[in-house]
């Protein structure tokens, strides 16, 4: 592993929510919750994010609207559409600060940042502390957003470590003390890890990313094939040699529908999914991506 790489990861905190509570800080002392509504009149939709109040009483990205108001009943939460405008224009504003600070930028998302800060440290992981202190600080004085950052020797590293302690978090995970840090975690903080995969490695006794690392490679080959087997023997290594550089723009087609009730319904279920892939294939052959 090279020593003398040094990469910096920053993941703005619960940022649309965080965004609301800077447009509306009378906001800022009760749960907020942003959603994605298919249906704003009824109340339809699924949770994008939501603040640390809310969280705390169980409500998270992705879960149906229905239910967040359920867990929220009584708790004087505010229930907002996203404000897409609002995010992205921040978005810019704190890239145009991050980028300043390093020799390679890299936006992953949204709110998600990479910056390669090698030059600037020469493997001096107290300089490399003093540019994360520095783009925090003028993040806050701009904008009065607080974010979490990892530093690490590469990009897998340094993501894992900006989401170890949020929020408002600064984690250093020098180059020696890697598979340390890395052993103890659960194996699902590996990113790319979902919940098949999870339930899969549960079924094995693969708990930690310590347990990953002991994995057999030919077995992760087998069950995962030889790249993404290949991809987990590394990661659970903390081996990531990617680079951190601006990349041709993702396209993303999708689409989003609420059941009315809940429902176990293999049929009702498979003809929306009909409905909502045909609309995307539309989509993408309309764009001329395919």
């Known amino acids: 592993m090279d020593k003398g790489r040094v990469i910096l990861h920053l993941d703005l905190d619960y940022f649309f929510a965080q965004a609301e509570e800077r ?8 749960p907020v919750i942003v959603c994605v509504y298919t249906d704003i009149e009824r109340g339809r939709g699924v949770v994008s994010t939501a603040n640390y109040k809310a969280r705390a009483f169980g409500v998270h990205s992705g879960m149906p609207i229905f239910q967040a108001k359920k867990l929220a009943h009584g708790k004087g939460a505010i229930f907002l559409p996203g404000n897409y405008g609002l995010y992205e224009r921040l978005s810019l504003g704190i890239a145009e600060i991050v980028m300043k600070h ?10 998600e940042f990479f910056l390669d800060i090698s030059p600037e440290c020469n493997g001096d992981y107290e300089k490399a502390k003093g540019i994360a202190e520095k783009v925090k600080k003028g993040i806050i004085a701009k904008y009065g957003l607080t974010c979490s950052i990892g530093i690490g020797p590469n990009k897998l590293v340094a993501k894992i470590a900006s989401d170890f302690k949020k929020p408002g978090g ?11 840090f890395l052993d103890i975690l659960p194996v699902d903080r590996i990113p790319g890890i979902g919940r098949k995969t999870k339930e899969y490695f549960d079924a094995k006794g693969i708990e930690t990313v310590g347990d990953l690392r002991k994995t057999d490679p030919t077995i992760l080959a087998e069950e995962f094939g030889k ?4 991809w987990l023997h590394n990661a659970a290594r903390g081996i990531d040699e990617s680079p951190v550089g601006v990349f041709e723009e993702q396209k993303q087609f999708s689409r989003i529908k609420t059941l009315r009730e809940p429902s176990r319904e293999l049929a009702l279920i498979a003809e929306e999914m009909r409905v909502l892939v045909k609309d995307v294939v539309a989509e993408l052959e309309n764009s001329e991506v395919v």
């Open 170 to 180: 600064l984690t250093i995970v020098l180059p020696e003390k890697v598979q340390k």
């Open 23 to 30: 447009e509306h800080p009378e906001y800022a002392a009760r």
């Open 102 to 111: 390093g020799a390679a930028f890299e936006q992953s998302s949204i709110d």
């Open 227 to 230: 790249l993404m087997g290949g």
